[in-house]
């Protein structure tokens, strides 16, 4: 994971002009739970569950080159409430995480995770799952290239300031492309936290000091710990500058408290005894502004 690293950090530039060769981007775990669903027949769920894995780990999804051991780190955790066989139809929710090793350590950072609670679709067991981009009538398939390409686009901007632009451009049109699909999660405002929104808030312009702080936060923050944990820290600091400058241009917008949720225990260990007391106000203030929820954490970082 080390390796992955210093890859991404030196040689960025070239991998996305890159286009002779590619390889799998993804480590992708995929489980499904299906012990809501009243049935003696389990085999579709475990077929499920082995194509979807075989989908995001064994396509090659852009033309960047990645190493076996620098494929990104991700997690698809899938319940599945209702399951009806006469229609091939599967209700449930999706729980899906990105995480990134931190240079020097063992240690894994959370880059992204939240839940979707539309995850609905038609599967036909043993049917071959196939996407098109550009005609996308299968809402499987939409959903986990959506995921995909989330997952390395939201990867390089942790390595490079907003370094993963152009994948992520190909989330917005699979979200345009995916207007016509019937079930929901795809329409802008039917959801402050829908896949439309999530998407849209991230790429808006007014959101872009968020982009840059999780370049800000992770390489220039996270991957210092190691080397100098104050330097680090200090980094830490600035880019939650960036975050509360975004959420200044954007208010409405979930993407900051939410990211303040997923990180909540990690950004109490980088500051719980460390640091000036004023650093800690300062950081305090700001996280309880903006996610009063967790309070009791964020009254860790006064001590």
Known sequence: ???????????????????TTSAQELNCKVKINHAQVQTTNTSVFETLERVIS?????????????????????SLNITI???????????????????????????????????DQAFNFQYIENEPLEFNETSMDN??????????????????DTFSPLGGTEVLHRVETIVANAQNIAES??????????????????????????????????????????S?????????????????????SKPMSQLPQIFTDYKRDELVNIYKGHGTQNERQQVHDFLLDLNPAQNPEWKKLEK
């Open 139 to 156: 809402n499987l398939t939409a959903l986990l290239a959506y995921y995909a390409y989330l997952f390395i686009g939201l990867d390089l």
């Open 54 to 74: 075989e989908f995001m780990n064994n396509r090659a999804w852009t033309d960047l080159q990645f190493g076996k051991d620098e494929r990104i780190d991700c």
């Open 1 to 19: 994971m080390t390796h992955k690293l210093i890859t991404y950090a030196c040689t960025i530039g070239l991998l996305l002009l890159s286009s």
């Open 185 to 226: 999660g795809w329409k802008a405002f039917d959801d402050e936290k829908n896949r439309h929104a999530i998407i849209t808030d991230y790429m808006e312009s007014s959101m872009e000091p968020m982009r840059k702080m999780m370049y800000q936060y992770h390489r220039l923050g996270l991957d210092q710990m190691s």
């Open 228 to 248: 100098n944990a104050d330097r680090g820290r200090t980094a830490v600091t600035e880019a939650l500058e960036l975050l509360k400058e975004a959420h200044d």
């Open 81 to 115: 409430r209702q399951y009806k066989p006469e229609d091939n139809a599967f209700t449930g929710e999706l729980l899906y995480q990105l995480t990134r090793p931190v240079y020097g350590s063992s240690y894994s950072s959370t880059t992204f995770s939240m839940r």
